[in-house]
């Protein structure tokens, strides 16, 4: 259920449509970022007005797309990353039955192309199966960015549990899901904002 953002602005509505009434209730797709430097780094081979052009497209269907977006990136700003927070929010406001993943954070492999340049950055790969087996977006400290930006990046991957709008598949606990709506709020204004200040809810959450 996961298709490229070019393939859907290629696609006629046509093919949409029987995509839809094949029982295609959701469609996930990667973006990964809202800033086009980014997406150049990374050599997506995708442009933002694509991205665009194909949720607008998907607007007029019946299914739900899922786009999911990553943060950390090396040579990232403050400024790409607001970019790619307009672009989560924009998204929404375009296809009400758009949804976006939490913001991951990006995390470096061997083989990759900016493994080498992260590993200069001062990125200490793990020495053992282990530590590789326990690499992975969640645990991974993007020491290779300024430390102000790191605090960016971890309050946008926080906050955007709270937004992603699919918790009731993964948490049933009323209590969770209670608390979820009343900070969702709050979670919205702070990421939309880009206000990190005093932010005390992550050590508060654990």
């Not at 786009?67 to 990232?76: K, L």
């Not at 970019?83 to 470096?108: C, E, G, H, R, W």
């Not at 709270?162 to 948490?171: D, I, P």
Request: proline share 5%; glycine share 4%.
């Amino acid at each position: 259920n996961g298709i490229r953002i070019d393939t859907i602005d290629l696609v006629n509505d046509d093919y949409l449509k029987l995509l839809v009434e094949s029982n295609c209730l959701q469609i996930k797709i990667g973006v990964e970022s809202g800033s086009q430097k980014i997406l150049d780094l990374i050599k997506k081979d995708i442009n933002i007005d694509q991205v665009y052009r194909a949720n607008r497209k998907l607007a007029k269907f019946d299914t739900s797309p899922l786009y999911n977006f990553m943060c950390g990136f090396p040579y990232e700003t403050k400024e790409d990353l607001q970019a790619t927070i307009n672009m989560m929010f924009k998204l929404k406001k375009d296809n009400p039955k758009a949804q976006t993943s939490a913001v991951n954070m990006y995390t470096p492999y061997p083989g990759t192309e900016l493994y080498e340049d992260v590993l200069k950055m001062g990125f200490k790969e793990p020495i053992t199966l282990e530590g590789w087996g326990n690499h992975s977006f969640e645990s991974v400290e993007p020491i290779w960015l300024p430390k102000e930006h790191q605090k960016l990046v971890k309050s946008t991957f926080f906050l955007s549990l709270f937004l992603t709008g699919y918790e009731s598949s993964y948490a049933s606990s009323p209590i969770f899901l209670a608390a979820k709506k009343m900070y969702e709020p709050i979670a919205k204004f702070r990421m939309k904002n880009m206000f990190f200040k005093a932010m005390i809810e992550p050590k508060l959450s654990e």
